[in-house]
T-cell receptor
Framework: DTGVSQNPRHKITKRGQNVTFRCDPI?????LYWYRQTLGQGPEFLTY????????KSRLLSDRFSAERPKGSFSTLEIQRTEQGDSAMYLC??????????????FGEGSWLTVV | AQKVTQAQTEISVVEKEDVTLDCVYE???????LFWYKQPPSGELVFLIR??????QNEISGRYSWNFQKSTSSFNFTITASQVVDSAVYFC?????????????FGGGTRVLVKP
């Protein structure tokens, strides 16, 4: 039974470069979430998918951010023209829908981004 | 709007002491879920417990116990006979209703330091 998998775990990039993170959710989960966590804070919601449809985007998600889940399985989060303020841990999570599924949301280990 | 408040930013105890983490939440929803997650130094968010708004029974799991009181909008977490391995940041989170995607709103976290 594999959990939510994220890679790369760590990424250091120069300001202005593009970065992409990948998330593989738990296989039977149809919902996938992206969160961002900065040091000393709780995670903040960025966006979520139900199957391949992106249903909501937070105002935190600027135009430089794009997320996809093309086949309803894995997802990618791309940040274009990175800025130092993008330095954070990007967390992916997944869950099943439906009341009886319990709606427990499981997180991956996160991808740390440092923009220098 | 949903809000979760963890008033304690850091708690330091000596091993074998009990520690209680407070969580107060705000929501207009009548159906919601509450979660506790543990974040050890490695960074991953580990799911501990999920409770729904209709079930106010307290729960005990090993050294962990939870006290859900709807009347005071609180969902407190107690670690009994703490151990060094319990050192981590603990987050309380509130989930929106199914139709809104069950997005999580996190508190700011409470750092627990258990000294030997």
């Amino acid at each position: 039974d594999t959990g939510v998998s994220q890679n790369p775990r760590h990424k250091i990039t120069k300001r202005g470069q593009n970065v992409t993170f990948r998330c593989d959710p738990i296989s039977e989960h149809n919902r996938l979430y992206w969160y961002r966590q900065t040091l000393g804070q709780g995670p903040e919601f960025l966006t979520y998918f139900q199957n391949e449809a992106q249903l909501e985007k937070s105002r935190l998600l600027s135009d430089r951010f794009s997320a996809e889940r093309p086949k309803g399985s894995f997802s990618t989060l791309e940040i274009q023209r990175t800025e130092q303020g993008d330095s954070a841990m990007y967390l992916c999570a997944s869950s099943q829908t439906g009341f009886y599924s319990g709606n427990t949301i499981y997180f991956g280990e996160g991808s740390w981004l440092t923009v220098v | 709007a949903q809000k979760v408040t963890q008033a304690q930013t850091e708690i330091s105890v000596v091993e074998k002491e009990d520690v209680t983490l407070d969580c107060v939440y705000e929501t207009r929803d009548t159906t919601y879920y509450l979660f506790w997650y543990k974040q050890p130094p490695s960074g991953e968010l580990v799911f501990l417990i999920r409770r729904n708004s209709f079930d106010e029974q307290n729960e005990i799991s090993g050294r962990y116990s939870w006290n859900f009181q709807k009347s005071t909008s609180s969902f407190n977490f107690t670690i009994t006979a703490s151990q060094v391995v319990d050192s981590a940041v603990y987050f309380c989170a509130l989930s929106e209703v199914e139709a809104a995607g069950n997005k999580l709103t996190f508190g700011g976290g409470t750092r627990v330091l258990v000294k030997p």
